[in-house]
């Protein structure tokens, strides 16, 4: 049998965790609606030019104590993202906004995620999208509905 952790405990985690935490869907909702926040693509430049989303900021993690003062107002909320569920990236790029004192999430699922989920990607060629993968989102649908 799986220990008791109680209530609180749960709710608190898991509370916390939709406080810094995001997905792509919920990301490409905020967008379509207009909410002001700054999403930032943490990878490097080769990745940054194969695809990303649409509006995003690049700023790889490794220049952000550096450069985001200069690029990000401090008072926008800023939402990361890497490459994939495999990768950290987005991590790490959260973790150095809020060392900087941003407000920020992580976008779970990184470019991997939206990709799959049908949603755009910029490219040199221009913005497309795939049909969404139907192991990883509905496919009559444009959310998960969750």
Not at 7 to 30: C, G, K, Y
Not at 66 to 82: F, N
Not at 87 to 108: D, H, Q, S
């Amino acid at each position: 049998m799986l220990p008791s952790y109680g209530f609180p405990m749960s709710i608190e985690f898991f509370a916390q965790r939709l406080r810094l935490q995001t997905d792509p869907s919920d990301v490409n909702a905020a967008l379509a609606a207009g909410t002001r926040f700054v999403l930032v693509d943490s990878r490097g430049e080769p990745g940054w030019r194969q695809g990303h989303i649409p509006g995003a900021l690049h700023l790889p993690t490794a220049e952000i104590p550096v450069r985001a003062a200069a690029l990000v107002d401090p008072g926008t909320p800023v939402v990361t993202y890497c490459w994939g569920p495999g990768c950290n990236g987005a991590t790490r790029a959260a973790l150095a906004f809020a060392e900087l004192g941003y407000e920020v999430k992580e976008m779970l699922g990184g470019i991997e995620y939206w990709t799959r989920e049908g949603f755009p990607v910029e490219t040199s060629v221009g913005v497309t999208s795939q049909p969404a993968d139907p192991l990883t989102a509905p496919a009559h649908a444009i959310t998960c509905d969750c």
